[in-house]
């Protein structure tokens, strides 16, 4: 058995049931869709900064975006509303399978391809998205350095910091293993090597967003979007979010 055939993030994702189900298990219920939306909210603002905000979903037309990780289509079909010409990459045909059910947009192209070995040509697209994907790959340089070579400008991605609590992740992990088979043992991620990372491939992070303080996993067993706005609110009010949120949303651009 090969090291990707070895590695958890392309067997569980290959797994149909769990592509079927991916979308109410990460995003459903009100606290699913409160993250889901914040996540939008931020992204799209950035991207937009300056630009007329004369409709409910401003305009992306032109753009030529590549999303890698797309999966289920969780930021695809955002862009593809705001106009953008979208390339859906994923190693998963399965969770593609799901994405390709929930538009018939023609500006959606989908392709199952390995982060590691984008098949495009250098800077071929205007932005490169990147979404719960990082974390999860064999290598994140490489495949970082992957989004960076297919982006004529824009990179954007997020990834948990090694800081608050997910410093307590790897004996999360280990304790989880004990009672689940297929446990997602993700990466967190020093954010110096990942500037570095990102200038060495020609990019320097523009803006940065916090995310949340307390970890997703706690507000999906709570399961209020209520009781999350006002914790979050709290929280950010003392700071505490800027020092220790997760997950962080990165903007980089190609230095010109």
């Known amino acids: 058995m090969t090291e990707t055939e070895e590695h958890y993030s392309y067997r569980v ?7 079927r189900e991916f979308d109410a298990d990460r995003f459903g219920g009100p606290v699913g869709n409160l993250i889901r939306t914040t996540q939008e909210n931020v992204v799209f603002s950035m991207l937009l900064r300056g630009r007329p905000q004369g409709s409910p979903l401003p305009d992306l037309k032109g753009w030529k975006v590549i999303d890698v990780g797309a999966g289920t289509g969780r930021f695809s079909i955002p862009l593809l509303d705001r106009g953008a010409q979208v390339t859906a990459c994923d190693a998963s045909q399965q969770m593609l399978d799901v994405l390709r059910k929930k538009t018939n947009n023609p500006n959606l192209r ?4 390995d982060a590691h070995r984008l098949e495009f040509p250098d800077q071929s697209f205007d932005c490169a998205f990147s979404f719960r994907m990082l974390l999860h790959v064999i290598d994140w340089r490489k495949a970082l350095g992957e989004l960076c070579r297919v982006s004529a400008d824009w990179v954007v991605f997020d990834l948990p910091p090694r800081h608050g609590f997910l410093v307590f992740a790897p004996f999360w992990h280990k304790i989880k293993k004990l009672f689940v088979s297929n446990v997602q043992e993700y990466r967190t991620f020093p954010m110096k090597e990942v ?49 220790a949120g997760s997950p962080v949303t990165l903007f980089a651009r190609r230095k010109k």
């Open 13 to 19: 994702y290959s797994d149909p049931k769990t592509a």
């Open 110 to 113: 989908i392709v199952v391809v």
């Open 195 to 243: 500037r570095e990372e990102l200038k060495k491939n020609g990019f320097h992070i523009v803006s940065s967003d916090p995310g949340f303080y307390l970890p997703l996993s706690f507000y999906r067993f709570i399961g209020s979007a209520g009781f999350m706005k006002i914790l979050e609110r709290f929280f950010s009010a003392l700071g505490l979010t800027r020092l």
